[in-house]
């Protein structure tokens, strides 16, 4: 017994007694006023915190192709691990954050309904979810603290059974909506409620059923509004949305089994026995959708879904800030309404004429695909990493061209500049392409300004790298060929796939993905063929060697005789042709490196081969072709190999587990599919 007695004890030890304390504070409206004058910002309305809220976690400034971008640290979602960050759409985080901001200042988008649009699986709910998260984990912060208040001791109002003890404000209004408007304003400035850096201002009117303890208990004492305010308790508010309190989300279901009651509140019939009457507000559950949003966010799950009658609801909750409860008056709501639809349902409401009033009152933005290869494969890691495959191998590469191949399905062919597609996608990644620049990408990214809003979204792209994993066909691991057999396959069956000239588009760039990849894994096997230290060594030596006597005119002595001999011309042109170097254009790349030897030797550095990005390539294709022959790469695809080549072979599969990421079965493999290439004789 005293042994579960410390388990449960060293458990209980991990509660935060402080902030219980602090979410569980509560206070007299006269508290309250004295709390408001040290941090006026617990009145903020809806916007304004959720915009605050945003800020709190700070920004990041970058420029992408000349133009300033800001960086949202709130949509990593840090506070998660990153399980739900945003990759790749800063510009429509940009857009949604100034729209916020705008709202926060009271400048008209606070009246609008704030609609993400785009393709499925653009990452739409994942910001709605990360906004409600945020703002319900803003709540329990001292920065985020808001307070809502409970009536008490209402014995002689006609509340009924534990009501009458206590009564908690069925919409966690504002406290100081309990001043009334006719002289709220005046109340606050003489009151000095409002400081230097944020001006307290509060709208609008108690809902139902407050309204009536209120004018009851002002009836008993006369019009003694002090008298009321003993009635009151406030108290900390803590958003949840599990719990239903200032967070909610709506989702449009079958026409037969829902009505706006789900928006707006409903009638509690067991209540009407007791008061008499189903327009009487404490008869009345006010648990729609708006009701408990107040004070935060509610989401609307594919909101061009919605039954005409729900929209109805929604134009006045976002224009008047009103909901529309049955059987009573328009109540006052404060609380940010965000929407998101996909394409296919905004087309609908475009050429829909009796939508015209829902479109004047919303703020269109738009969540495309990402259009960049580094950006898509983090979304992938997240989900595919080593933390989360246990037991398996993911070569290298594979979410690489899983990305590429999902990137392509999104770009436009381009229309000038006389690109490929595939260059086209490594200039938007920032990959520097000789006689492109910074500008091509702007003009590009002008003439297709549609361009990620159609495509193929990750979610496929996650679904087949899953299928792939657990096809185990790989001895524990999979690499890209399996990734991309499966992204292939499942071309046949995709459901949003609409014709089958899109089909053909989406197997060409699968095409387009492995030769990519041919190239990537060439160059990786040519680098750690060529990663013998020594040997590249002695090339440099005897390259910087010719071309020093080359350029000065004179002779180099020979390694073997000792005898001055002239500069060995066909070394040197072996060398420079690996990198496209001209006969006519020789002397001037020789000068050029004697130049670049020359310049170091001024600045006291000394000359090393690797340090010259062009001559480093160079070397190693040039190393990689010697070596090659020596090693007999071709021999790999034939089931006997010496053991000299063997041996040889060993070190570079070394290599690749070393350098780059591979493991005992994924670098045989990439040596196999290699060697393969230079056995059909295709080396370009």
Known sequence: MGDAQSLVGKIAAMQDYALYRDLSWEGSFEEYLALIRKQPQVTRNAFQRAYDMIIRYGTEEYTDNKKKLVRYNFFK??????????????????????????????????????????????????????????????????????????????????????????????????????????????????????????????????????????????????????????????????????DRIGIGTFQPKDEKNQDSTELTGDINYRKIAEYGSDSDPRAFNFDGEFNISNRGVVEFIEVLKLDVAFLYDLLGASQEHK????????????????????????????????????????????????????????????????????????????????????VLTRLEDPKKHNLSLVQKMKLYDGKVLPGYTQDTVKELRKEAPREGMEGISPRYVQDKISNALVNDIGEGTINPFMVLSELEKGLRHHSLISS????????????????????????????????????IQKLAANYIDSIKAYTLKEKVKDRFTREDVEPDERLMRSIEEKIDIPENRKDDFRREIMNYIGALAVDGKKFEWHTNDRLRRALELKLF??????????????????????????????RMIKYFGYNEVSARDVLDYVASIYARGDTK
């Open 625 to 654: 072709e010697d070596q090659k022959d020596a090693i007999k790469l071709q021999t790999l695809v034939s089931s006997v190999i010496d053991k000299e080549t063997q041996e040889k072979i060993d070190i570079i599969k070394t």
């Open 500 to 535: 089958d000239e899109q089909r053909k588009r989406y197997g060409e760039c699968i095409g387009m993905v492995k030769r990519e990849y041919e190239e990537i894994v060439k160059n990786e096997v040519q680098r750690a063929i060529s990663a013998d230290e020594d040997a």
């Open 77 to 242: 979602d840090e506070l998660n691990g990153g399980q739900d960050a945003i990759y790749g759409l800063d510009i429509p985080l940009m857009r949604l954050v100034h729209v916020l901001k705008a709202a926060a200042e009271g400048y008209g988008p606070e009246k609008r309904v704030i609609l993400l649009h785009g393709p499925v699986g653009s990452s739409k709910s994942t910001i709605a979810r990360l906004m409600k998260k945020g703002i319900e984990h803003y709540s329990m912060s001292p920065d985020g603290a808001l307070y809502t208040f409970d009536w008490v001791n209402l014995d002689g109002v006609g509340m009924a059974g534990p009501e009458s003890g206590r009564f908690k404000c069925p919409m966690h209004e504002e406290p100081l909506r309990l001043i009334p408007p006719s002289w709220r304003d005046r109340a606050i400035k003489e009151l000095e409620l409002s400081n230097p850096t944020f001006n307290v201002r509060v709208d609008g009117d108690l809902d139902p059923a407050c309204r009536f303890i209120f004018n009851k208990l002002m009836e008993r004492y006369g019009g003694d509004w002090g008298k009321v305010m003993q009635h009151i308790r406030v108290r900390r508010l803590v958003l949840s949305e599990k």
């Open 323 to 406: 909901i529309k409860p049955k059987k009573f008056a328009q109540t006052d709501i404060d609380e940010v309404i965000l929407g998101h639809t996909n394409e296919a349902e905004y087309k609908k409401l475009l050429s829909n004429e009796f939508m015209e009033a829902l479109r004047d009152r919303t703020i269109k933005i738009d969540i495309p695909y990402i259009t960049k290869v580094s950006e898509e494969i983090r979304i992938y890691e997240k989900d595919f990493n080593r933390d989360k495959i246990r037991g398996k191998h993911i070569a290298p590469h594979t979410l690489e061209v899983a990305a590429m191949w999902a």
